[in-house]
Each structure stands twice: as structure tokens, then as C-alpha cells.
């Protein structure tokens, strides 16, 4: 159950620290400089969340390690995010889909967390709920927006959801730790989370003019640690450069 | 000039005679629209490039808590830009065209943001540095002659300092830390030391502007009277973080109750204003890239937009058909 516990923290943790970390790639570079702090902001709000989930995750474990042990002394295999949150930005098409992809799930997670028997997550999740309730606003107005808008960027929005769609299934396939949270009344039951998702991203994507892909496999193995992608990777490569470079020091 | 502008000019140069705030509907002569055009739309430049070499070590913070702060500051910047592409609008001029004039390489921007950022100490020495060189001339404009852009001083000046302390605090536990932390805490202040100072300007003799922007109250300060300024409150918290500043001139002088420091190198500093400085090409390019590659992003907004308005007045004249059009 405690081994359960760390690794669905893990995940929750990883999930907003990597996606955190993708949005902060665009700092400095966004597409109008009102967008920039808007994407800036999801960011902060992440990373923010990830050092509350890592910081408790480390505390469940009970072997000492702190937030940064977990964000920067992690390899790929230890990471439990979903496969989504770690597929590269491309370009903001990409990064507008991949998020509301995200946030879409991550609100009814989060609504649900707000319930959880354990305490100190439940305060986690009051928190949150707020900041990913903007998130998803934000992201949904986007997909509209851009999959409305012109021809190009309606062309660039499908595309994005092409390739990201396969992605999503691992958002709400259950495992053998959700089975456990579920049981101990921590986590949700993915299925009812699976049945709003569908139809909030449905009506999105209607309103965007999107069509949903149809009948696609979908990949999964990062929240399991399975297999992640190769972009992970990278982005750690990226991410703990100083730690690993200059191990053992206070920054 | 004819008696009526004479007039209008004595009577514009007594109301800044008498410290009152000039305002975007008062009138004004062309040449101190254009100077604050100029001086306000580079300092708008600054900002938004600036925030290039310090996006540089987002993704690299060695820590989480250092990756949230670095972020914040860096959005503080973008929001800087924003205030005074604000104010410089006031002036009769968007931002677009603004824009259009910095990727075209007509519009300058602070050189100091074409010096790499090579460390994580560097996030350092900008903020304590760059930032602190830039409060100087900050605090002064917040008593600029005109309004708009003394108020978004106000604004940015908190900021900034909050920006300032978060550098130099980076530096401190580099300094309190290892060998190779402290190694690296020197070799950026070694590195941004010259160009800080560099920030100011041309020393007095060599500045174009200076005497007119004294004259209409934009600045308040000289450049040289900044630098010193500056060089008076840096040096003694270097002292404090053991480290050495990088000119052996360097020297408390007790007559002058002021430090004397070595001359600049005021090739260098031509060099990079001229567009030879390590990073100009790739700073201007980035900027370019991220405007270029926005504009379809634009584009569906603006379109996105009038397709709204259009269905809401379609809406507006047939009631009836909300439901179909909504749907
Ligand atoms: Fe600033
Ligand atoms: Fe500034
Ligand atoms: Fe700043």
C-alpha cells in the first residue's frame, strides 16, 4: 500500500513537473508576448504542484529524499508521468493540444482528489483545482480559437491531435495502483473520469471544428515506468544538468 | 520658427521647469515625442530580449524551488515589456510597428543581453548585476517628465529590486558553497562586470542625448554620475560575497568619497552597439523566429475574433436562429 501511495504521488508529481517543464521551453519565445506570460504562468503552476507531490511523495517513501532527489536524481525508468506530458512542444498547435489533452483529464482528476481519504493530498488538490481549473479554460479557448480560426491554423490544430491522440488512452487505463488508491478511497475511479473526459473533449473539439480520430491503438508505459519515450530522455538530460554535473551541492 | 511654436515651446519647457508631469494629450514638441519614443521603445526592447539569456537556464535550474523563481522573474520581464509598449502607444505609436523596427535591426536594445549566459551562476551576476545596474537609471526615470512612463517605472522599480536581492542571493550560496561553486560565482562576475558598467552609456563627452533629455527632465542623472552610483553600491556587497571585482584599478578614494575604477573599453562597447557583440545575430534571430513562427497564431485570433463578432451580430438580428448558429 505505502509502495502504491509513492508511485501514484510519483506520477502525479512527475506529470505536472514534466509538463511544467515543456511549457517553461517556451519561455522567452512564445507567439505574442501576452501568450508567453499566459504559458509562463501554467508552468509555474505546475512546477509549483510538483514540488508540493514530490515533496510529499519523498515523505511517504520514508527513506529521505526530497523533492530535488526525486526531480533530479531520477532516470528515465524512475520517472511515472504519462506519455503525453513528455511528447516534445512542435509548435504551438502542438503544445495548445497536448495540453488541453492534458488538462481535460487532469480537472476531473483533481476534482475527484478534492474527496480523497488522505489528508495531506486533499490539501494539495484544494490548491491545485483552482490553478488547473484556468489551465483548462485556457486551453480550451485555445483549441477553439485555432481550430476555428483560419484554415492554417485549423489545418496545424488537426494535425496536432492526430499525432497526439494516441496518447490519451494512458490517461485514464487503470493499473494495478489505481486499483489500490481506489480501493483505500485515495485516487479516483478512472472509468467515471473516463466517461466525463470523452465528453468534455467531444464538445471541445466540436466547438474547434476537430475531427476526433477514430479507432487509433494507443500507446501507454510511462505512468507504469514501462517504457517511456525517447524525449524524456532528453528532457532530464536538460533538467539535471547542473545536479549531475556538480553532484552533491547546495544551489 | 514662427512665434506661436516659440511660444508653445517656452511654455512647454516652463511647466518641466516646474516638475509638472507632462501627459499624452498635452501638447508637446516633435523632438521630445521622438526622444521618448526612442528611449521608452528600446527600454520595451530590453525587456522582452532580455528575457533570451536568462530563458536560457529555465530548463537547467538546479533546483525546483530556483526553477520557479527564475521563471517568475523572467514573466516579471515579459511583463515590463508590456507596461512600456503601454506607455510608448501613449505616444502615438503601436507596437506592431515597434516590433517591425526591432527584428528589422533599426531599434536598439540594452547591448548587455548580447553576452551569453554561459553558467548557473550567471542567473546570478543578471540579476544582481544587470538588474541592479538597471534600477539606477530606473529610480531616476521614475521622476521622468512624462507621466506615463514615470508610472510604469513605479510599477517595474519594485520589481526590479525583488529581482536584484533573488540574484545576488543565488550568488551567496554559490559563495557560501563549494570550490567549484565559488569558481564559478568569479568567473561570471569576471565576465559581467565590464558590460554592466557598460550599461549606462557613453561616458558624458560622448553622449548625444544627454544634454537635450537633462534639459526636458527625461533624465535626471548623467551617465557617468549612474555609473559611479552604481560602482559606490556594488563593489562593497562583491566584498561581501568574497569576491573579486575584475580591475585592479579599483580603489576607494577618500577625497572624492567615491571609488575610482580603470576606463572602459569603449572599443568593445561600440563594437557590440554596432552589432558585433557574441550574441546580437542569434538574439535578433530568436526574436525574429518567435514572431515569425507566432504569426499564424495571430492570425486565427484575429480571425477567430471577427468570426465571433460576426455571428453575434447575425445572432443579434435573427434571434431565432441562436440555436443554429451557437451550434
Ligand atoms: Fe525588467
Ligand atoms: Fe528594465
Ligand atoms: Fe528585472
Known sequence: ?251 | MDPKQKALEAQFQARIDADEKIEPKDWMPDAYRKTLIRQISQHAHSEVVGMLPEGNWVTRAPSLRRKVALLAKIQDEAGHGLYLYGAAETLGIDRETLLEELHAGAAKYSSIFNYPSLSWADMGAIGWLVDGAAIMNQVMLTRTSYGPYARAMVRICKEESFHQRQGYEILLTLCRGTEAQKQMAQDSLNRWWWPALMMFGPSDGASTHTEQSMRWRIKRKTNDELRQQFIDATVPQADYLGLTVPDPALKWNDERDHYDFGEIDWAEFWNVVKGNGPCNRERLQARVKAHEQGAWVREAAMAYAEKRQQRQEERNINPRGLKNLAG
Open chain 1, 1 to 251: 500500500m505505502k509502495q502504491a501511495f509513492f508511485e501514484y504521488l510519483l506520477r502525479l508529481g512527475d506529470n505536472a513537473l514534466v509538463l511544467g517543464h515543456r511549457l517553461s521551453e517556451w519561455c522567452g519565445h512564445g507567439p505574442i508576448l501576452e501568450q508567453d506570460i499566459a504559458m509562463t504562468n501554467i508552468a509555474l503552476d505546475q512546477v509549483g504542484q510538483a514540488r508540493s507531490l514530490l515533496q510529499y511523495a519523498g515523505q511517504v517513501e520514508g527513506s529521505g529524499r526530497t523533492e530535488d532527489n526525486l526531480a533530479y536524481l531520477r532516470d528515465v525508468g524512475g520517472y511515472r508521468n504519462v506519455l503525453l506530458v513528455e511528447q516534445p512542444n512542435g509548435d504551438f498547435a502542438h503544445t495548445i493540444t497536448r495540453q488541453f489533452l492534458f488538462d481535460a483529464f487532469n480537472y476531473f482528476q483533481y476534482e475527484a482528489l478534492r474527496h480523497s481519504r488522505d489528508e495531506h493530498l486533499r490539501a494539495i488538490s484544494e490548491k491545485s483545482i483552482k490553478e488547473i481549473t484556468y489551465h483548462l479554460r485556457y486551453s480550451s479557448e485555445w483549441m477553439i480559437r485555432l481550430g476555428d480560426g483560419t484554415e492554417e491554423s485549423h489545418q496545424r490544430m488537426q494535425a496536432a491531435l492526430d499525432d497526439l491522440w494516441m496518447y490519451t488512452g494512458e490517461l485514464t487505463e487503470v493499473t494495478e495502483v489505481d486499483e489500490i488508491m481506489l480501493d483505500a478511497g485515495i485516487g479516483p475511479g478512472l472509468h467515471s473520469i473516463k466517461g466525463l473526459y470523452d465528453e468534455k473533449v467531444s464538445a471541445i473539439l466540436a466547438e474547434a471544428t476537430l475531427q476526433q480520430p477514430t479507432g487509433a491503438w494507443m500507446q501507454s508505459g510511462g505512468k507504469t515506468g514501462k517504457m517511456h519515450s525517447e524525449h524524456l530522455g532528453h528532457l532530464l538530460a536538460e533538467l539535471q544538468f547542473v545536479q549531475r554535473a556538480y553532484p552533491g551541492m547546495e544551489w
